[in-house]
């Protein structure tokens, strides 16, 4: 068979032989389908590492399996060869139409684009990447029109799809398999592996490396679903951390203070009532000991999650705290020096951030606990400042100590700088007792919103270009592809653009990047400027965006809210979908 392709703009010559014009005409295409057509069953090219010497294309001995069926390619569309490069080529339509995949040719972008499952993949000819949902992805090799065929890198391409990919040096051949399983998972430098063209790094590619945290987080609404005595805790515990590694976690992010309490014996701090389901009572045993032991037991890493200020709301109210709850003495003891250590807010208590007392009892609880127990982390999440409205002495916070202060700067760089001097003292403290201790923070996920003036008071800038303040950022990026602004444009908030913004913020130092995502979302009629949800439209977001973020080879892993959202049945679908890429 003989094939030549010429493309000038807008005009092509081709010359076939055994017929395929031919075939291309049965197949219903019309006249101004024959040309691109044609070229898709021209288009070949598995780049994988050369298994032999021989450079010449003949007959050839190399398969393509997937899911464990050999593919059959039909006569024209050309077999598995050996190229001049030493490069084992293999027909790509024929291979992507076995893997159920729709193939096209974009003419005026000269781009081939296979679809599957909601996944679209771009490949433009003589562009070193492939663009995976809208996300571009470098390879190490080109997508080109030579010897009168067009290559891609193909690997990349039926990664992208979650598939792994895998040479059968034994039976001579490359082997896929759409569940993911299987893949060689490198750079192809070993003589019996497939390369990988487009692989960028640890998290570039479209399945789980050991590298990567995937993290479950499980807060205290958990808890209050959960038994209150110790064999019921312990076995709730144990299913959870089970369903945990089922699903392709290898770390938990658990509550351990929530309301100004612990879920361990604190010198601090007063019992959870989410331990014994009253606060200030002991249960009788530790449930932060035991969660540590089976976390590590099942090879999970365990985080320590704290909320530094909150003393009340939903979950625990003032009426549920103990007399032992350090607020509640301050309110009650007659003294007037502490009475503003903690503040009461549109009917809630937090602890005042600008009084250095109330900073070294959150520093102190969490010095205990890092020297108490073997956690692997401690993780802050978004609730720092409450909203303020410093024109209304009933919403107005902790202004009146920035009035006493003298500060030179502004009301809002002043609470900031709070919030940061607490951030730097705990940074500090966690890594004298143990250097190996993580200390990161999960911020809300829009930029925009955390720079405000009258609410959060995070220095993400600060935090994510100078050290001794976190090793991870790990920002809750809980909008769908599709959000649309007030405008019906895409928003600045969107997954993507969202995530690219965080990813620069990131370059800024060497603060780790993990991404929040949201199973809460799956399945619900989340409101979204769309005319109808994003999230009721698909079930596989939640996995998309895993792997366009593992696709800029920038982003350390993901966290996912919430545990118990993993159970709900409209979010079956999603999840299903997401541990095809989580394990």
């Known amino acids: ?9 807008k005009s092509a010559k081709i010359l076939v032989r055994y017929g395929i014009m031919n075939k291309v005409r049965k197949q219903g295409f019309g006249s101004k389908g024959v040309l691109a057509a044609a070229m898709l069953l021209l288009i070949s090219a598995f780049c994988v590492y050369p ?40 027909p790509v339509r024929g291979a992507l139409e076995a893997f159920g995949a729709m193939v096209s040719w974009d003419e005026a972008n000269s781009m081939v684009i296979v679809e599957k499952d909601r996944t679209m993949v771009k490949v433009p000819i003589g562009n070193a990447a492939i663009i995976v949902n809208g996300v571009s992805v ?21 990664e992208a799809f979650g598939a792994g990919v895998s040479w059968d040096d034994s039976n001579r051949s490359v082997v896929v398999n759409s569940d993911g399983s299987g893949s060689d998972n490198n750079s192809g430098s070993g003589t019996n592996q497939p390369a990988v063209p487009g692989s960028t790094g640890n998290h570039s590619g479209s399945s789980a490396d050991d590298k990567e945290m995937r993290a479950m987080w499980i807060s205290y609404l958990e808890y209050m679903e959960m038994p209150k005595n110790e064999a019921g805790f312990k076995a709730a515990v144990d299913k959870m951390f089970d369903r ?36 200030g009572i002991d249960p009788g045993y530790d449930p932060l000991a035991y969660m540590v ?10 985080h320590a999650w704290l909320n530094p200020y909150r003393v009340t709301g939903y979950g625990t ?14 309110q009650s003891d007659g003294d007037p020096a502490n009475d503003r250590w903690a503040l009461l807010h549109k009917g809630e208590y937090y602890l005042n951030p600008s009084v250095p007392e109330a900073r070294a009892l959150v520093i102190n609880g969490i010095k205990e606990i890092v020297e108490n127990y073997d956690v692997d ?83 993400i800038d600060t935090w994510m270009s100078k050290s001794g303040y976190i090793d991870y950022i790990m920002p809750q990026l809980y909008w769908g592809f599709e959000r649309k602004d007030s405008s019906g444009n895409v928003a600045a908030y969107a997954y993507e653009n969202n995530l690219n913004t965080w990813i620069k913020l990131a370059a800024k130092g060497d603060v780790k990047l993990f991404v929040g995502l949201n199973m809460a979302n799956a399945g619900c009629n989340v409101s979204d400027n ?16 895993v792997l366009a973020a593992r696709a800029t080879g920038k982003v350390d892993g993901f966290a996912f809210f919430r545990y118990a959202m993993f159970n709900s049945s409209v979010a079956k679908g999603e999840v299903e979908n997401l541990v095809k890429v989580c394990k």
């Not at 068979?1 to 703009?9: F, H, N, S």
């Not at 032991?293 to 999970?300: C, D, E, M, T, V």
């Not at 003292?425 to 996920?445: L, M, R, T, W």
């Open 1 to 9: 068979m003989k094939i030549e392709i010429r493309t000038a703009k």
């Open 51 to 90: 298994w032999w010497e021989t450079s010449a294309m003949g007959e050839s001995d190399i398969k393509v399996k997937i899911d464990g069926e050999t593919v059959v390619f039909q006569s024209g569309y050309g077999e598995p060869f050996i190229d001049a490069n030493n490069r084992t080529l293999v």
């Open 138 to 158: 470098m390879n190490d090799t080109a997508a080109v029109i030579q010897n009168e065929r067009t290559y891609l890198p193909i690997r990349a391409v039926f």
């Open 244 to 279: 945990s590694v089922e699903l392709g976690m290898n770390a938990v992010i658990v509550h351990v203070r929530s309301h100004s309490d612990a879920m361990y014996p604190s010198a601090y701090y007063p019992w959870s009532i989410f331990a014994s389901g009253t606060q």
């Open 293 to 302: 032991s089976a976390a590590h037991s099942r090879g999970l890493e365990f």
């Open 317 to 330: 109210y003032w009426n549920q705290t103990a007399a032992s709850n350090p607020v509640r003495i301050w």
């Open 377 to 459: 982390g401690i993780h802050f999440d978004d609730y720092f400042y409450p909203t303020v409205n410093d024109k209304d002495a009933s919403l107005c916070f902790d202004k009146p100590e920035y009035d006493a202060s003298g500060s030179s700067m502004s009301i809002a760089d002043w609470r900031r700088n709070n919030v940061n001097l607490l951030v730097k003292d705990i940074y500090s403290a966690v890594k004298q007792i143990n250097p190996k201790v993580e200390f990161g923070i999960s911020p809300a996920g829009n930029v925009d919103n955390l720079r405000r003036n009258d609410s959060y008071f995070v220095d």
């Open 530 to 545: 769309n005319q109808v949800s994003e999230w009721l439209r698909y079930n596989d977001i939640i996995a998309r965006q």
